[in-house]
């Protein structure tokens, strides 16, 4: 258990460390989405909208510009995220490669970069829903969170899964964006105020969405549609522990029991020496 503890922890600092090191990340993070926020409010038109929204019961009644700033600072906070997740994934690459060839099991170091995700998504889904709560009064401001926090763990995982899976930066960028973008602009009310188009509900951002419309502008509890956003991590990071196991499937040392402890590296150099030709003779 210490051997499986220690592996588990030795990816989740360097994860975090190499969240620490990508400083442009953290400053978007910081400074980009409440400038989305307020440019957004002192742009969008304040018309009345009346648009559908499932999670609510029926149809609300907001203002587009309060509407267009929600939806707007989810596709924000949700590219952030997934650029943050994909390029800690794949600048990663050749460190996680090495530290299975160590004997690190490829699960204990995926959970490192699970859990690291899910303490970046809260801490900016708490983040966001905070400076829209600066800009306009909600409903319910946990709920919103909550929802903020189940959009980031989709496109968090997304960008997870991505890490392994390409080749290049710049495939990862487009994806992410281009997702983000038309998931963002249908999920939009002032663009789709019927939102009954088919397949919509299976897209990352439809249930954190109706959430956070739902909690900006109602009392209504609708803490359920806080799945689907969950459905997409949990499928999004295990696929992405899939194509982490197959770009290091080559790497593993036949035999390794996992990461020596502290009170262990004698023992383990002991036994490569005995396991090297003539070692015995």
Not at 61 to 82: E, K
Not at 255 to 261: K, N, Q, S, V
Request: with cysteine; hydrophobic share 50%; proline share 5%.
């Amino acid at each position: 258990m210490s051997g499986q503890w220690a592996g588990f922890t030795t990816a989740l600092r360097f994860t975090l460390a190499a969240h620490g090191r990508n400083r442009l990340a953290l400053v978007l993070a910081v400074t980009f989405i409440p400038l989305w926020i307020h440019l957004v409010r002192i742009c969008a038109y304040d018309a009345v909208l009346h648009f559908r929204v499932h999670a609510a019961g029926g149809e609300i009644v907001a203002s587009n510009n309060r509407a267009t700033q929600v939806n707007s600072a989810l596709n924000a906070v949700t590219v952030i995220v997934g650029f943050m997740m994909f390029m800690e994934a794949f600048q990663s690459g050749p460190l996680d490669r090495r530290l299975v060839l160590a004997g690190y099991p490829r699960r204990h170091l995926m959970a490192g970069k699970v859990l690291a995700l899910v303490a970046i998504a809260a801490v900016l889904a708490v983040y966001t829903a905070a400076l829209l709560r600066l800009s306009f009064p909600q409903e319910q401001f946990w709920q919103l969170a909550l929802a903020v926090l189940t959009a980031n763990l989709a496109y968090g995982g997304i960008g997870v899964m991505l890490g392994p899976l390409l080749r290049g930066e710049l495939e990862g960028f487009f994806l992410i964006i281009m997702t983000s973008l038309v998931d963002a602009a249908l999920q939009n009310p002032g663009m789709n105020p019927l939102a009954d188009q088919p397949g919509l509900r299976f897209l990352p951002m439809y249930a954190a969405s109706q959430l956070a419309y739902t909690s900006a502008f109602t009392p209504e509890r609708a803490a359920s549609y806080a799945t689907g956003g969950l459905v997409w991590f949990a499928l999004c990071t295990t696929a992405g522990l899939l194509f982490f196991s197959l770009r290091t499937r080559a790497f593993r040392r036949p035999g390794a029991r996992g990461p020596a402890l502290p009170g262990q590296r004698g023992a383990g150099r002991r036994t490569e020496e005995r396991s090297r030709p003539g070692a015995g003779a």
